[in-house]
């Protein structure tokens, strides 16, 4: 017993400096958990923003793409339009837009705090910051969509009224419904478990949907389509701008997909790489659908069908795996090229095909994100996805074909013959894309 009492004491005293040096390290060991976090916290607003210069980069791809599928005479109009979607839907979004999407709500509909960034105090949480430069790029992006299908014969005061709205009321809007509880909201379509991880519905079927509204409201372009019923073909005038537009949106997509995470982590790595191979299936699907119908690889279906890849892909990027990511784009490239030949069959005039890239393939890819999930699909997915894409289409086509017509009504909605005729550079803004250059068409 004696000598048990004696080896414990020893025992004792040799776990003693043990036991100090611990007591010591504590300190050290909390305030290195604390860098850690510090460390990653800083990485999320880094990659945040990051993201959003990506996103903000996406503007002049679709100010390309635009341009080059259309003529050389509305060139400097579509340029314009991009630069005053983003201008005047920042402004938008700051005052009004983002209180509704990501204001307090105890409805589930909207948003009824955060307007006029009341939500940013100096010396508080400057996150506040980093989240709304990552909507507003969001915000923009909805907004321009509309520009493509309208372009060629839109007043360009009508265009500026009619981007305030989407920028401020109609995006918003269906936005808290989805993703409001990414701030201070909690959204009705999130709550029923809505899956949409980065806006294939959210974002680019709202503004496909608006885009719809717009070309019905306008009608055709002058020509476009024959008495006999037949489709006249109207060339975009620069179809290497178009596909450098399309290579900048691909890039650009690297920070909508992954950087809707808002963090800095692995989880960064899948949604590239289904970014990515949702995009390559669906310009090669669409290609060779072109060839098939056409009997030539199109250029202008191959690069909107990996625009449609993209769509397709963004609501499930997170939640479904690489082949899955194939698939879904390789049908997208498909729908899209169908998609164009159906809407010039019933007579809607589309120049650039965002209905279909946007509207179409955003409706395909929320459904697909319920039909690919990894954890598990059930029918009450199915049926959400369905709500959701059926709830952005009442949603965002009502509101703005009730918006198109107030416009015709008030201010005019198209251009006269004349200034179409003539091309919307010289009668909207008294300029020329290509001066001293011979344009024709």
């Not at 496909?208 to 975009?236: C, F, H, Q, S, T």
């Not at 082949?323 to 784009?329: E, F, N, P, V």
């Amino acid at each position: 017993m004696k000598k048990r009492t004696t080896a414990l004491i020893i025992l004792g005293l040799l776990t003693l400096p043990a036991l100090a040096l611990a007591a010591d390290n504590a300190p050290t060991v909390a305030k290195n958990a604390a860098a850690v976090k510090e460390v990653q916290t800083h990485l999320d607003y880094v990659w945040t923003l990051i993201a959003a210069a990506l996103v903000f980069f996406m503007q002049a791809g679709f100010a390309m793409v635009e341009a080059g599928f259309t003529r050389a005479k509305n060139a400097v109009n579509i340029m314009m339009k991009n630069l005053m979607d983003f201008s005047i839907g920042s402004i938008a979004f700051w005052a009004i837009g983002f209180g509704l999407m990501f204001g307090v709500t105890k409805t589930g509909w909207f948003g009824t705090s955060g307007f006029f960034f009341s939500d940013f105090k100096p010396g508080g949480d400057p996150w506040v910051l980093a989240f709304w430069m990552f909507q507003c790029v969001f915000a923009a992006t909805a907004a321009t969509i509309v520009s493509g299908a309208m372009a060629e014969r839109t007043k360009f005061t009508s265009y500026l009224l009619y981007s305030i709205v989407i920028s401020a009321v109609v995006y918003p809007i269906f936005g808290s419904w989805a993703w409001g509880s990414l701030f201070h909201g909690n959204g009705w379509l999130e709550g029923m478990g809505f899956i949409d991880f980065a806006g294939s519905t959210v974002v680019h079927s709202i503004g496909g949907w608006a885009a719809l509204a717009g070309a019905m409201a306008l009608g055709p372009r002058i020509d476009k389509y024959g008495k006999n019923g037949k489709v006249n073909a109207i060339p975009g005038h620069n179809i290497p701008m178009a596909a450098v537009g399309v290579f900048i949106l691909w890039l650009g997509w690297f920070g909508f997909n992954p950087g809707s995470t808002t963090a800095g982590n692995t989880d960064i790595a899948m949604i590239f790489v289904n970014t990515n191979l949702a995009a390559a299936a669906g310009s090669i699907t669409a290609m060779f659908t072109a060839w098939t119908l056409f009997k030539k690889p199109d250029a202008g279906m191959a690069l909107n069908g990996a625009l449609a890849g993209l769509v397709g892909v963004t609501a499930g990027c997170a939640t479904v795996s690489p082949t899955s990511g194939i698939i879904i784009g390789g049908i997208a490239g498909v729908l899209v090229v169908l998609s164009v030949m159906f809407f010039d069959r019933i007579r809607i005039d589309d120049p650039v095909g965002a209905i279909s890239v946007h509207g179409v393939c955003g409706a395909w890819g929320t459904l697909a994100a319920g039909l690919f999930n990894m954890d598990g699909v059930t029918i009450k997915i199915i049926l959400t996805q369905l709500t959701g894409i059926g709830a952005a289409f009442v949603w965002s086509f009502g509101c703005a074909f009730i918006l198109f017509k107030i416009l015709d009504k008030t201010v005019g909605l198209r251009v006269s013959r004349e200034e179409e005729l003539e091309g919307l550079d010289i009668g909207e803004h008294g300029a020329s894309a290509y001066h001293d250059f011979q344009i024709s068409g």
